[in-house]
């Protein structure tokens, strides 16, 4: 019987997933065999199993497609993140009715596009016997063992676009400009669109900020003549001190024995701080949440090749029966490395790295 894998993306949507789902079916077709999809994320597994044949004649235009075709889920069955960076273990009926169904389909292994929660599941599903090749998925550039996660330059880039704009009306209206920015509980998207857009202060969840500090920041343009500020604030971010700022109703999933349980949804921090800096230096400032718009549309050229390479990488490691593995980029290569070695630890900006110094070296304040 020809050889057959499986492809599934889970989690968040994220731009690039299309480039990636594209060069695994291409990439298979050449090695003449033939890749399922399924559908919903890891829901598709289950009964009554989702899945298609993806025809490697009908991946044109998926390259530059937004979102993913297969569609994705970040809750249900297979959901493994309960709060603020927790994790739990999937139902093992649920390991094994989908092991069942990927030996009914008669598949070689199985594809896991997704970011720590979805290859956390991944790993659990490959001790479960599922051969497993996890790629590495996110805006957030979390995820150990590889430099740079897809989907983030493309965040990085609307971000940094946005802060442009902002900083247009800002200095129209002389005002505070506060931009909110998605990362969870890692800074890299603030921190990097933070710099190439100019900003006066950079909030992220690595370094601990005093608000005092981020109004001190603002007077001291004042003085200088400079009557707008851009303050970026990841979503992650908190007080000295403080909680995580969250906001509307966690998302729900459904754990073991059908209880339900909740993820924490970050969000709102923006707010606070706008509020707490119009209260103290008296200057009219405004907020600007930029959401899930950092998670469509169409991947930069940087990610339409990472996604390409993760993808072809992928098979290759089909190809070399190696399993329970994540493909990472580690320049100039993309290798195969244990997704013990990815899932839960994640990847942040070091407060004393080169990233922090050179924004420091600006006179950008990180609240400290």
Known sequence: ??????????GGDCPGLNAVIRAVV???AKNAWTTFGFLGGFEGLLNPVRARVLDPDDMDGLLFL????LGTSNSGRFAAKVGHGEKREIDHAVIVEAKGNFDRLGLRALVVVGGDGSLSIAQQLHDGGVPVVGVPKTIDNDIAGTTVTFGFDTAVSFATDALDRLRCTAASHERVLVCEMMGRYAGWIAAHSGIAGGADAILIPEIPFNIERVCEKIREREKDGKRHSLVVVAEGARQDGGEFVTQGAPAAGIGPGGGAFREARLGGVATMVADEIQKRTGKETRVCVLGHLQRGGVPTTFDRMLCTRFGVGAVRLISEERFGVMVASVPPDTIGIPLQEAIG?????PPDGDIVRTGRALGISFGD
């Open 1 to 10: 019987m020809k050889t057959r894998i499986g492809i599934l993306t889970g």
């Open 26 to 28: 291409i990439a298979a």
């Open 66 to 69: 937004g979102g993913t075709i």
């Open 345 to 349: 630890r994640l990847s942040t900006v």
